[in-house]
């Protein structure tokens, strides 16, 4: 059974940093491409950043040079941090897999007031 389960979240001003955390169950985590979303208040939920098995990355253009995702495999874990940040970044973020299914964690608010 997948479970993932993400925190990190929190409000902070804008040019504020915050680093968030996604602990993963229930997959072979070490093979699966993973990946942060988010989604906004009355919008739809979009790719931020992922990162394959290898450790490479791709990113939103709206979040490049600004975030960086990076994965422990020892720990089953996968992190955002976050930098730079502005009241548009303001959404839940979520993580899955790069193909998600139909499950969703409870993801984690993240907040940037101007």
């Known amino acids: 059974q997948v479970q993932l389960v993400e925190s990190g979240g929190g409000l902070v001003q804008a040019g504020g940093s915050l680093r968030l955390s996604c602990s993963a169950s229930?997959?072979?985590?070490?093979?699966?491409?993973m990946a942060w979303y988010r989604q906004a208040p009355g919008k739809q939920r979009e790719l931020v950043a992922g990162?394959?098995?290898?450790?490479?990355?791709n990113y939103a253009d709206s979040v490049k040079g600004r975030f960086t995702i990076s994965r422990d495999n020892a720990k089953n874990t996968v992190y955002l941090q976050m930098n730079s940040l502005k009241p548009e970044d303001t959404a839940v973020y979520y993580c899955n897999t790069l193909r998600p299914g139909a499950y969703w964690g409870q993801g984690t608010q993240v907040t940037v007031s101007s």
């Open positions: 229930g997959i072979i985590f070490s093979i699966n491409a």
């Open positions: 990162i394959t098995n290898s450790r490479g990355t």
